[in-house]
């Protein structure tokens, strides 16, 4: 795990250079890091009035006073679950309303992705009132040059191993009145500095140490299994290395929060997750994952969601698979020669080594175990699957779909995920 361990730190190193402090015991860096930007800070922050929260927020005064940079007012309270889209509005008044030079975002991944929609909000919100508009990939940025405009520098401190939000051009905002979950896709958004102090991660309750663990590998599994040509080339290494540590760490932290080493494991692996989906891009298990916000936590989502799409993925990526399961079966989970496995065969042995560990750790493998799912679910997955604002997801696929082709072969992968049944799969012929 040491050599594993050394080869995470270097690549994100490598990936993010010194905009990003990271590691045990870093928190105090937040304060340089949001000197460099602005002397005059907003700071938006997750826990606010809670016993978890306290010393993070005294921390957070401390460092910001030793670097000489100012509160423009008391803490601002942070987003919700989810990052609601009423949170969205709010955070864009109080950020519009401040005189500051930069807004620090102090929290997890919903609290920074509501943040990053909230400053391109505050600066956009009065010519482009409909948030709809920013939604997909590269509006933000056609908006901005449009206005004249450009953001103001966003800091984000992350709080909990999973999303990547701090590193990441992505910003997952959910409207609550449909249950759905849209994405803001552009590099504008993009946090010019970060932390990510990974002791403060030993306060994630159990349950959201698993979500976040699995979302982590759901980030890497789709890009190393979406990508091709140079960016696989860059990509792959990221996305190994990134499961290996959640796969071998995950059952200790969740045993013990206050093992570090564990937190450690886990916040690097999800880490190189974020950097990942910089790389590559997230798949149909994200994509189903946006539209069961209301009865599955998003990391969850993704692990019920993912082992399907291996099975439906499996004849076209068989290379990939041997090394994920190769993984799995130093982790315990696989016993079949992974050499003599091929294209369907190979993908059932992987996927039942992904379905395995998450029965281990008490999640459920089916969506028919989850309380609330119903075909309303399932036909919910299938509309937003043909949006054109999230059609980039069936592009990142290894086996790509198009809105003419998701009732053909998503609704049996849905089919599949919801019976444990995974011969309810029909894989797409192959060209030739």
């Known amino acids: 795990m040491a050599d594993i361990r050394a080869e995470a730190v270097a690549l994100l190193r490598t990936l993010t250079g010194d905009r990003y402090a990271f590691g045990l015991g870093c928190f105090d860096r937040l304060g340089e890091q949001v000197a460099s930007l602005g002397a005059r800070a907003v700071a938006i922050v997750s826990g606010l009035g ?24 008391e803490l601002v309270r942070g987003a919700g679950p989810n990052a609601p889209r009423d949170d969205v509005y709010r955070l864009a008044d109080e950020i519009a309303s401040a005189e500051a030079d930069v807004i620090v975002s102090v929290g997890g991944g919903s609290g920074i992705d509501a943040a990053k929609a909230a400053v391109a909000y505050a600066t956009l919100g009065e010519r482009f009132a409909d948030l709809d508009a920013y939604f997909g990939v590269g509006q933000v940025s056609r908006m901005l040059a449009e206005a004249g405009r450009s953001v103001p520098p966003l800091v984000a401190a992350q709080l909990a191993g999973g999303s990547g939000a701090h590193l990441t051009k992505y910003a997952n905002v959910t409207d609550p009145a449909t249950a759905q979950k849209m994405l803001i896709v552009d590099e504008a958004i993009v946090p010019p500095r970060a932390v990510f102090d990974y002791r403060w991660t030993a306060s994630m309750s159990p349950a959201f140490t698993r979500d976040g663990a699995l979302d982590g590998v759901a980030h890497c599994l789709e890009v190393l299994l979406g990508a091709t040509g140079e960016v696989l080339d860059r990509a792959k290494p990221v996305c190994l290395a990134g499961i290996e540590l959640i796969v071998g760490a995950i059952q200790a932290a969740v045993a013990d929060g206050r093992d570090l080493a564990a937190r450690e494991a886990l916040g690097l692996g999800t880490d190189l997750g974020g950097c990942a989906i910089m790389i590559g891009g997230t798949g149909g298990a994200h994509l189903n994952s946006f539209s069961l916000v209301d009865i599955l936590p998003h990391g969850r989502a993704c692990a019920v969601m993912n082992p399907y799409y291996v099975v439906f993925f499996a004849p076209a990526v068989e290379d990939r698979l041997r090394e994920v399961g190769a993984i799995y079966q130093r982790a315990g989970y696989v016993t079949a020669d992974l050499s003599r496995l091929a294209g369907r065969d190979l993908g059932l042995a992987v996927a039942e080594a992904m379905v395995a560990l998450s029965r281990d750790i008490g999640f459920p493998v089916t969506l028919g175990e989850v309380e609330g799912f119903g075909e309303a679910h399932v036909q919910r997955c299938l509309s937003a699957a043909k949006d054109p604002k999230l059609a980039m997801k069936l592009r990142n696929m290894p086996v790509p779909l198009s809105a003419e082709t998701v009732d053909e072969y998503m609704a049996p992968i849905l089919d599949a995920a919801r019976t444990g049944d995974f011969g309810r799969i029909r894989n797409m012929p192959r060209p030739g």
């Open 50 to 73: 809670t016993d978890w929260g306290a010393p993070i927020h005294e921390a957070l005064a401390a460092t910001l006073a030793g670097a000489g940079v100012e509160l423009a007012g």
